[in-house]
């Protein structure tokens, strides 16, 4: 009876396997989705102060936007903005940004609320 057992799991076994050999396994997941992603990570940020310690050469103005479309959405925060500002600022080769100011209005054209973050985009040294 336990050989009999055993037969039965083996086949069992079998064809739970061979049912899965046309199986195809898809994903949404893109390597270029996981270097956009930690882009704005590459880009440390300064003070006006801390930045002149090093040797840097300015990339130019960025700005960074969070928006709250309607009621209904997560309300606009600032450090989406600043990631936003981060991310356009990697764009333009920069691994360095100093924030200015943000800026925060409600009830615009496009947005209950928004949240919008001035910098500059530098590319600094590494050498210390």
Same mark, same amino acid.
Request: some cysteine.
């Given at each position: 009876?336990?050989?009999?057992?055993?037969? %039965? #799991?083996?086949?069992?076994?079998?064809?739970?396997?061979?049912?899965?050999?046309? %199986?195809?396994?898809?994903?949404?997941?893109?390597?270029?989705?996981?270097?956009?992603?930690?882009?704005? #990570?590459?880009?440390? %940020?300064?003070?006006?102060? #801390?930045?002149?310690?090093?040797?840097?050469?300015?990339?130019?103005?960025?700005?960074?936007?969070? +928006?709250?479309?309607?009621?209904?959405?997560? *309300?606009?925060?600032? #450090?989406?903005?600043?990631?936003?500002?981060?991310?356009?600022?990697?764009?333009?080769?920069?691994? =360095?940004?100093?924030?200015?100011?943000? *800026?925060?209005?409600?009830?615009?054209?496009? +947005?209950?609320?928004? %949240?919008?973050?001035? =910098?500059?985009?530098?590319?600094?040294?590494?050498?210390?």
């Amino acid at each position: 009876m336990t050989l009999c057992k055993g037969m %039965v #799991s083996a086949a069992l076994l079998a064809v739970l396997l061979g049912g899965c050999q046309d %199986v195809a396994f898809e994903t949404n997941l893109d390597p270029d989705n996981f270097t956009e992603y930690f882009k704005p #990570s590459s880009v440390e %940020v300064y003070t006006n102060e #801390s930045i002149l310690q090093h040797r840097f050469k300015s990339l130019g103005l960025v700005t960074g936007l969070a +928006c709250q479309e309607t009621e209904d959405d997560f *309300i606009a925060r600032e #450090s989406e903005a600043r990631t936003d500002a981060k991310l356009k600022a990697a764009d333009l080769g920069a691994n =360095g940004i100093v924030f200015g100011k943000c *800026i925060r209005l409600e009830k615009t054209a496009a +947005c209950v609320v928004s %949240v919008t973050c001035y =910098g500059e985009a530098f590319q600094v040294a590494q050498d210390k």
